[in-house]
């Protein structure tokens, strides 16, 4: 069991847009940023999204991130084959002293 | 170019011990906090462990915790976990990943991560 909540599977046809929740609570989300990796299928982690909405050189603007109160969101415009993969959320936790991940979402592109 | 090449990974049986190595180079080692998270099959990511440039701080997920020792040395840019009292619940791919900013590490992210070395607990 995660300490961040997220959908197992979101879904969508190339071009449209999705969303992917992460849900947290006042010790990690409500107080600490959220930062997004992605993983490719047979590959490492990668850094998607850091500091709830701000994307490392080289992501493409049709990824953003967004928080409010101790939920955040990952959005995906103009979906593309290429964006298949697992989307994980993280952030510090006060009470645990350490980070944590949600369960991770599977995103197909139908 | 920043690159983190784990290696150490295999075959343990439980109740055995394993140390796993993270060679650093492209960037000033001892400036970055270093840490281990990790994937057991088919499941999601779990943080496992941190340590602070100079080792002034080391952060432990309660799950390892009085079990795995994270340690780095600058003299040789790596990083290490040695793991015991290994069980088969620790069977997963160990990533090491560098923190991005030279910030403290609640306001951090991970990037890069290694590809990544395979434990596997069993007898």
């Known amino acids: 069991q995660s300490v961040l909540t997220q959908p197992p599977s979101a879904s969508g046809t190339p071009g449209q847009r999705v969303t992917i929740s992460c849900s947290g609570s006042s010790s990690n989300i409500g107080s600490n940023i959220v930062n997004w990796y992605q993983q490719l299928p047979g590959t490492a982690p990668k850094l998607l999204m850091y500091s709830n909405n701000q994307r490392p050189s080289g992501v493409p603007d049709r990824f953003s991130g967004s928080k409010s109160g101790t939920s955040a969101s990952l959005a995906i415009s103009g979906l593309q084959s290429e964006d298949e993969a697992d989307y994980y959320c993280?952030?510090?936790?006060?009470?645990?002293?350490?980070?944590?991940f949600g369960g991770g979402t599977k995103l197909t592109v139908l | 170019e920043v690159q983190l090449v784990e290696s150490g990974g295999g075959l343990v049986q439980p109740g055995g011990s394993l140390r796993l190595s993270c060679a650093a180079s492209?960037?000033?080692?001892?400036?970055?906090?270093m840490n281990w998270v990790r994937q057991a099959p088919g499941k999601g990511l779990e943080w496992v462990s941190s340590?602070?440039?100079?080792?002034?701080?080391?952060y432990y997920a309660d799950s390892v915790r009085g079990r795995f020792t994270i340690s780095r040395d600058s003299a040789s840019n790596s990083l290490y976990l040695q793991m015991n009292s290994l069980r088969a619940e620790d069977t997963a791919v160990y990533y090491c990943?560098?923190?991005?900013?030279?910030?403290?590490?609640?306001?951090?992210?991970?990037?890069?991560w290694g590809q990544g070395t395979l434990v596997t607990v069993s007898s």
């Open positions: 340590i602070g440039g100079s080792g002034n701080y080391i």
């Open positions: 993280a952030a510090w936790d006060d009470s645990l002293n350490g980070w944590v």
């Open positions: 492209g960037f000033t080692f001892s400036s970055y906090t």
């Open positions: 990943a560098r923190d991005y900013h030279i910030l403290p590490t609640k306001l951090n992210c991970f990037d890069p």
